[in-house]
C-alpha cells in the first residue's frame, strides 16, 4: 500500500521539475528579491563585509560563490538519501571544501597576480554560511536540478548585493571605481576632476573603509527595499 | 596572569563580533529574543573553548613537523573545520534532547555555528598569534564570553527597541544592522589597549 501511495507522488513531485517551469523560475528570481540571502535571509553577512572595500575582488568572490554555491547544492542534492543525519555537516563541509580548492586552483591557473591578492577570501568561503545555508535548507530536501537553479539564484542574490555596497564603499572610501581614480583631490585621476569645482571638493571618508560602514549601507539597502515592498516589513 | 590577561582581551577588547565582525549571521539572525540568544551564546561559548585546545594539539602536535618532520600545515583548514564539525554537531544532538523548544527556535542557524567565522577565525588568530595551550585555552574562552556577551546585548536593544517608533523598513533586521555598526565603531575606538600594559609597574616606553 505504501509503495502504491509513494509512487505517484514522487512522479508527480518528478514531472514538472525537469522543464523550465514556473516554480523553476521563482526558485531564481526569488533569492534576488523577496527571499535575499543577505538582506532577508541573514546569510554570509561576514564576507559582505570583509571583501566589499572594493570592486573587483567583490566580483569575483560572487562569481566563486555562484559556482560553489550550485555544484554543492547538485551534490549534496545527489546525496541527501544516503547521509546519516549524525554525520551530516562533516559531509557537507567536505563537499564544500573540495569545490572550494578547485576555485582556488582554477583561480591560480588561469591568473596568479588575483589569486596572490585573493586566496584569503577564497578560502573563507568555506565558512561563508549562506553556502552551508541553501545546503540545510534546501538541497537536503529537493531534487539536484532545482538544487542547482536555488544555488544559481542564491549566489546571484548575494552577488548583487555584494558588488552595490562594494561598488559605494570603494566610491566614497578611496574615491575610486575598480581601481581608477574617479572623484577627491589627486593628481592620478581619470576623468581629471582634480581641480574642477563638481568632484574635486570630495575627501574620501575613511570610515567607508571599515566594516561598520557597510552595516549602515546594507541598513540602507534593507529600508529602501522594505519601504516598496510592504509584505517584508517585519512586524513581530 | 597571562590567562587573566587574554582572556580580558579577548572578550571586551577584541571582541570577536563588535571589533573583528565575526559570526555576524547567527548573530544577526538569533538576536531577536533574549532568551534564544542565551541560549546560543552558551553554545558558542561551548564550542570555541572546546574547538580551541584540540586545535591547538592539532597544529602543534601533528601539523607542525609533528608526523615525521613532515610540513602538513596545508591541511590546517580542512582539519580545523573537521573539529568544530564534530563538535557543533555534538552540540546539536545535545540540545535537541534536552531542550526542544531552544532546538526549534535556532532552526538552521544551530548547525550553522559550524560555518560560524568568530571559531574557525578565532582558530586562525590562535596559530598567528603562537598562543600556548593555556593561552588559545583563554583565548577560547574569552572570545566565546564576549560572543556571548553581544549577542545578549543585541537582544535585549532588539526586545526593548520593538516598542519604539521606527519607521516601518527599518523595523527588526534594519535596526539591528544600524546598531550592530554604531557598537561597532564604539569598539573600534578600543583596539589597541593591552591589559597587560596596564598594571602600572612599568608603562610602554
Not at chain 2, 570555541?48 to 597544529?59: A, D, F, H, Q, S
Not at chain 2, 602543534?60 to 563538535?87: C, K, N, Y
Not at chain 2, 516601518?168 to 583596539?191: E, I, N, Q, V
Request: aromatic share 10%; glycine share 8%; charged share 10%.
Amino acid at each position: 500500500m505504501a509503495d502504491v501511495a509513494t509512487k505517484p507522488s514522487s512522479v508527480a513531485v518528478k514531472e514538472p521539475t525537469f522543464p523550465f517551469g514556473k516554480k523553476e523560475k521563482r526558485l531564481i528570481t526569488d533569492p534576488l528579491g523577496d527571499n535575499n540571502p543577505i538582506t532577508i535571509q541573514v546569510l554570509g553577512i561576514c564576507s559582505a563585509l570583509a571583501v566589499t572595500t572594493q570592486v573587483v575582488p567583490s566580483v569575483i568572490i560572487s562569481i566563486a560563490v555562484i559556482f560553489v554555491c550550485a555544484f554543492s547544492n547538485v551534490l549534496i542534492s545527489l546525496l541527501r538519501s544516503h547521509i546519516p543525519k549524525q554525520v551530516r555537516m562533516i559531509v557537507q563541509l567536505v563537499v564544500i571544501a573540495t569545490l572550494v580548492t578547485v576555485v582556488e586552483l582554477v583561480l591560480k591557473a588561469a591568473s596568479y597576480e588575483v589569486y596572490k591578492q585573493l586566496s584569503v577570501f577564497i578560502g573563507l568561503i568555506i565558512t561563508n554560511c549562506i553556502i552551508m545555508g541553501r545546503l540545510e535548507a534546501f538541497a537536503m530536501a529537493n531534487n539536484p536540478w532545482r538544487s542547482f537553479l536555488d544555488g544559481i539564484g542564491n549566489g546571484l542574490g548575494y552577488g548583487g548585493i555584494l558588488i552595490i555596497v562594494a561598488i559605494l564603499r570603494e566610491l566614497f572610501g578611496k574615491g575610486s571605481f575598480a581601481g581608477i581614480k574617479l572623484i577627491g583631490p589627486s593628481s592620478e585621476y581619470a576623468l581629471n576632476t582634480a581641480d574642477s569645482a563638481l568632484l574635486g571638493w570630495y575627501a574620501p571618508n575613511n570610515l567607508f573603509v571599515f566594516p561598520p560602514a557597510a552595516m549602515f549601507i546594507i541598513a540602507v539597502l534593507i529600508w529602501i527595499q522594505r519601504s516598496y515592498r510592504k509584505n517584508l516589513v517585519d512586524i513581530s | 596572569m597571562d590567562f587573566i590577561n587574554i582572556f580580558i582581551k579577548a572578550a571586551f577588547i577584541e571582541n570577536l563580533v563588535l571589533a573583528y565582525f565575526l559570526g555576524m549571521c547567527s548573530y544577526l539572525a538569533v538576536s531577536k529574543s533574549v532568551k534564544t540568544a542565551f541560549g546560543l551564546g552558551l553554545a558558542v561559548i561551548f564550542v570555541l573553548g572546546i574547538t580551541m585546545p584540540i586545535n591547538w594539539l592539532i597544529n602543534t602536535q601533528l601539523l607542525d613537523g609533528g608526523i615525521m618532520g613532515m610540513d602538513l600545515t596545508f591541511l590546517r583548514f580542512i582539519l580545523f573545520i573537521a573539529v568544530i564539525a564534530s563538535m557543533v554537531q555534538l552540540v546539536e544532538m545535545v540540545i535537541e534532547k534536552l531542550s526542544p523548544a531552544l532546538y526549534n527556535s535556532l532552526g538552521i542557524f544551530l548547525p550553522l555555528i559550524t560555518v560560524n567565522c568568530a571559531i574557525l577565525g578565532g582558530s586562525l588568530f590562535m596559530v598567528t598569534r603562537e598562543y600556548t595551550f593555556s593561552q588559545s585555552l583563554a583565548f577560547g574562552l574569552g572570545g566565546g564570553f564576549g560572543w556571548f556577551l553581544a549577542i545578549i546585548a543585541i537582544a535585549a536593544i532588539r526586545e526593548k527597541i520593538r516598542y519604539s517608533n521606527v519607521p516601518p523598513g527599518l523595523r527588526g533586521l534594519g535596526m539591528a544592522f544600524l546598531l550592530t555598526g554604531l557598537m561597532g565603531m564604539a569598539f573600534m575606538s578600543l583596539m589597541g589597549i593591552d591589559p597587560a600594559a596596564l598594571t602600572g609597574v612599568a608603562g610602554p616606553k
